[in-house]
C-alpha cells in the first residue's frame, strides 16, 4: 500500500470517527470558532500561534496554502502585521517565528 492511501484511509478514519462521536453541530460551531478567531489582547503571539495551529489542524485546514498565512498575518497587532509584510512570509513557520521575534 502506498503511504499515500494510508494517509488518504488514515484522514478518513478520523473524519468518521469525529462525524460518529462529536455532536451534530461540532464542526459548524468549530468553524464559526476559527472564522472568528483573533489574538486576545493581553495574550502574546505564541499563544495566538498554538490555538491557531491547534484549530486549523483540528478542522484539516492547510497551515501553508496563502489565504491561510494572509489570515494570521491579518490578526496580529498592526506593527507586527506591517513588518511582517516586508517580509512577504508563504507560511505559517516563518511567520510564526518571526512574529515571535518582533512581538519581543
Same mark, same amino acid.
Not at 51 to 78: C, M, R, T
Given at each position: 500500500?502506498?503511504?499515500? @492511501?494510508?494517509?488518504?484511509?488514515?484522514?478518513?478514519?478520523?473524519?468518521?470517527?469525529?462525524?460518529?462521536?462529536?455532536?451534530?453541530? !461540532?464542526?459548524?460551531?468549530? &468553524?464559526?470558532?476559527?472564522? !472568528?478567531?483573533?489574538?486576545?489582547? *493581553?495574550?502574546?503571539?505564541?499563544?495566538?500561534? $498554538? $490555538?491557531?495551529?491547534?484549530?486549523?489542524? @483540528?478542522? *484539516?485546514?492547510?497551515?501553508?496554502?496563502?489565504?491561510?498565512? /494572509?489570515?494570521?498575518? *491579518?490578526?496580529?497587532?498592526? !506593527?507586527?502585521?506591517?513588518? &511582517? &509584510?516586508?517580509? /512577504?512570509?508563504?507560511?505559517?513557520?516563518?511567520? *510564526?517565528?518571526?512574529?515571535?521575534?518582533? $512581538?519581543?
Amino acid at each position: 500500500m502506498k503511504s499515500s @492511501n494510508l494517509l488518504s484511509s488514515w484522514s478518513s478514519f478520523i473524519s468518521a470517527l469525529k462525524d460518529h462521536l462529536y455532536p451534530q453541530g !461540532y464542526k459548524q460551531k468549530a &468553524l464559526m470558532d476559527w472564522q !472568528y478567531l483573533r489574538k486576545v489582547k *493581553g495574550h502574546n503571539v505564541q499563544i495566538f500561534k $498554538e $490555538e491557531f495551529w491547534k484549530q486549523a489542524l @483540528n478542522l *484539516g485546514i492547510s497551515l501553508d496554502a496563502p489565504k491561510i498565512v /494572509n489570515k494570521y498575518i *491579518g490578526v496580529l497587532h498592526s !506593527y507586527i502585521r506591517h513588518s &511582517l &509584510l516586508l517580509f /512577504n512570509p508563504t507560511s505559517t513557520d516563518i511567520v *510564526g517565528v518571526k512574529a515571535i521575534h518582533l $512581538e519581543i
